[in-house]
């Protein structure tokens, strides 16, 4: 699409998102328009490893612009968190442990988009990407991470600081379950990740049971921010991963080489994520801490069913740092 605009401005200017370029007293704008861009688009993936299961998860499936851009800005906003708490932790403004999830973001993105937002969801640790696409907001998740007064299985290859191979009889954890039905899934392309989780939601619903999945998924650091994850492995593997199978490039070239987002749509997406997340850093390393008595509150869902010493709301606490 080429449009022409007769008013005349001095050098190149965006217009709606699309890169123009001067030429005399007009602007030609030659990116083409969000209406020239695919609206969906139909995508092979990779056939899961089917346990005590005839039949698996589809290996072709269709995603939608919409869709696309909506995966893809959540998890580079996921990303970018992690990123900044990795910051924040090695400045000493976050404390304590701290498990990142760099690396693993189609994991939980996959699973968002195959279930409903009324299904139950439980995570342990290296769990901030799950508590953003549970609806919690970047600020308050930052704002937790620095302990700020603003709030009154997925197996990556590695356990604390040893391989799986190395710690694991059997690495199939899909077949884990005996007499379960399992599926190991690829845990870097968001799109097999959603379908699997789509599928195994329709067994569980139809009352077949449950089913087990095994998502094969990859962080980038360590397993916690006192393992720098180098000296069980290699930076060429992480390198490795990054460059062939990195969960949000995967997505990007995916929509880019089929015309479902453009190069400039992508970067201003980035450019209002990284905004998003400087903001909340600042936000969370900014507000006032809580009072110390704030330890003692909400241990309870409701009033302590006897009293427990310790917990009382109450109770005097002195710091001693």
Not at 60 to 67: I, K, N, P, W
Not at 82 to 95: G, M, P
């Amino acid at each position: 699409m080429l449009t022409v605009i007769a008013n005349a401005l001095k050098g190149g200017a965006k217009i709606n998102g699309a890169q123009t370029v001067s030429e005399g007293s007009g602007i030609v704008v030659s990116a083409r328009s969000f209406a020239a861009l695919t609206p969906q688009a139909s995508f092979d993936i990779k056939r899961c490893d089917l346990h005590r299961l005839d039949e698996g998860p589809s290996v072709q499936t269709v995603l939608t612009r919409e869709d696309g851009l909506r995966y893809y800005r959540t998890m580079q906003t996921m990303r970018r968190m992690e990123l900044k708490a990795d910051q924040l932790y090695k400045q000493k403004i976050i404390r304590g442990f701290c498990h990142l999830y760099d690396g693993q973001e189609a994991c939980a993105v996959g699973i968002e988009a195959g279930i409903n937002p009324t299904d139950h969801l439980i995570t342990a640790y290296r769990g901030h990407g799950y508590t953003y696409t549970r609806g919690v907001s970047v600020k308050e998740i930052m704002a937790e991470l620095t302990g700020e007064d603003f709030l009154h299985k997925a197996n990556n290859k590695y356990g604390m600081g040893t391989s799986v191979e190395r710690a694991s009889a059997s690495t199939d954890y899909y077949k884990r379950g005996d007499y379960i039905p399992g599926l190991r899934v690829d845990g870097m392309d968001v799109l097999s990740v959603r379908e699997a989780t789509r599928f195994a939601a329709d067994y569980c619903r139809s009352g077949k049971g449950p089913i087990l999945m095994e998502l094969q998924t990859y962080r980038y650091h360590g397993h916690s921010m006192s393992d720098p994850g180098v000296s069980y492995r290699t930076r060429e593997e992480i390198q490795d991963v990054r460059s062939k199978s990195d969960p949000i490039t995967m997505l990007k070239d995916r929509m880019i080489s089929n015309n479902m987002a453009s190069l400039e749509e992508i970067k201003d997406i980035d450019a209002e994520i990284r905004k998003e997340i400087e903001e909340a850093a600042q936000f969370a390393t900014s507000d006032p801490e809580p009072p110390l008595e704030d330890l003692c509150n909400h241990i309870f869902y409701n009033d302590a069913p006897l009293e427990v010493r310790g917990t009382n709301p109450w109770m005097k606490l002195k710091s001693i740092s």
